[in-house]
């Protein structure tokens, strides 16, 4: 194929796709558009720009190199065989965790695998590279990914693989080169928390002269950093929480109150809630019905919303910074969940197995969307496009797919994958 056809196979493609399915993508069609999307993938990772015109030569100098090849070259003592799965009969091996877009290049992505470190995607040869394997710890998995307001070449993310008590990890890592490359934050206590759960920034820190304000939480511990990690102290006397449980989310309000919810192991209805304020814990645990996992929606203009996840998913709604919660949604399918609110459309996304959403217009109705992979983990904002269509970074275990929601009747509309 020649480089110049790539763009209008392409072309051609999406837009026959959007007006063919102009909501969803249904489940009959799935094959052939996976399969288009593999071949999207395979010629598109290897195309680059010479002379302002599409070539296939950085891929080929890559691979003359060994730096592009997946395969052993004829000089290699060692003569690997590659034996296979060649082929799998379901995507199930790339769980994507979390992503975080970067505002300034387009296009340009950090992911963080379940088992498998960081990603970083690339304008030239391989799509993809792997960024953390320089720390030395196969595996390692980051269960949250934030860029320095103040300074966006620094990135902050959290580590512990898994989603239970598990302790693997290195505690919180940092790159100070836009992802390229990174390091022990080693200020934190790295060797006695090596798992965290996440990692956030004070939404209320908006001066970059003092340092950053950071908060991470631990399996049963909450951390605070008033100087962009180079210090952390244990902030208060953490809660006293129930048999088999540990912290689960943690988010900051306006008026400086810390909100904590945990999950509780072995499928018990143990979940809690606390709030932090002038060194005192106050849970609010009997403002939701008996749960076991709680998840929060970073607050907004002190508009907050928590999935409550045991026998079924519940919804609350707080517009008090989390104070005060009412019940808005409930009887919805139960499974690992998480919730996202997006100030851009006022649309409140939920996710597990699927991807749910509805618009805070108090009529919440509620809508599912194939994300063409089951069991997603994690939605970035990209902002509304020209058309009114709320463009999405969704991660799973299939990999990372790009979608958009039409934000002004609240159906999903046309979708493409990038892995």
């Not at 010479?50 to 296939?56: I, P, T």
């Not at 307001?149 to 505690?171: E, L």
Request: proline share 5%; glycine share 8%.
């Amino acid at each position: 194929m020649q480089p110049y056809n790539f763009p209008a196979i392409t072309d051609t493609f999406e837009n026959y796709l959007f007006s063919q399915y102009p909501d969803s993508i249904p489940d009959s069609s799935f094959k052939n558009i996976k399969d288009y999307y593999r071949f999207c993938y395979y010629w598109g990772s290897r195309l680059g720009v010479v002379n302002d015109s599409l070539s296939y030569d950085p891929y080929q100098i890559a691979a003359i190199n060994n730096l592009a090849d997946p395969y052993c070259s004829e000089n290699d003592p060692a003569q690997w065989e590659i034996l296979g799965p060649v082929t799998l009969p379901t995507q199930n091996l790339v769980l994507v965790s979390v992503v975080l877009d970067d505002p300034n290049v387009e296009d340009s992505y950090l992911i963080s695998t379940e088992h498998g470190g960081l990603w970083k995607s690339q304008s030239t040869g391989n799509s993809w590279v792997n960024v953390t394997d320089n720390l030395r710890l196969p595996g390692i998995s980051a269960t949250e990914i934030i860029r320095n307001p103040f300074d966006s070449n620094h990135i902050i993310a959290s580590t512990g693989g898994g989603r239970s008590g598990t302790s693997y990890g290195m505690g919180i890592i940092e790159s100070f080169d836009n992802g390229e490359t990174w390091s022990i934050m080693e200020g934190f206590p790295f060797q006695s928390a090596p798992k965290i759960v996440r990692v956030i920034v004070d939404p209320n820190d908006t001066d970059p002269n003092d340092g950053l304000t950071l908060y991470a939480i631990g399996l049963r511990k909450i951390y605070k950093s008033a100087n962009t990690g180079i210090d952390w102290e244990e902030i208060g006397y953490p809660p006293t929480l129930k048999n088999y449980t540990q912290f689960a989310d943690i988010e900051v309000n306006s008026c400086n109150q810390i909100l904590v919810t945990t999950s509780a192991n072995y499928n018990q209805i143990d979940g809690q809630v606390f709030i932090f304020y002038n060194n005192t814990w106050t849970e609010i645990s009997d403002q939701f019905i008996d749960f076991e996992t709680g998840k929060l929606s970073t607050p907004n203009n002190d508009k907050i919303f928590i999935v409550c996840d045991g026998s079924d998913r519940k919804i609350y709604k707080s517009i008090n910074g989390g104070n005060d919660w009412t019940l808005i949604k409930e009887g919805l399918p139960a499974g690992f969940t998480d919730i996202e609110y997006s100030p851009y459309s006022n649309i409140v996304y939920h996710f597990g197995v699927s991807l749910h959403y509805f618009k805070d217009d108090g009529v919440y109705a509620n809508l599912q969307v194939n994300t063409l992979h089951h069991d997603v983990r994690d939605i970035a904002f990209l902002g509304i496009d020209e058309y009114g269509y709320e463009e999405l970074i969704v991660t799973n275990d299939g990999g990372v797919t790009s979608m958009r929601v039409n934000t002004n009747v609240c159906i999903p509309s046309a979708i493409y994958i990038l892995i």
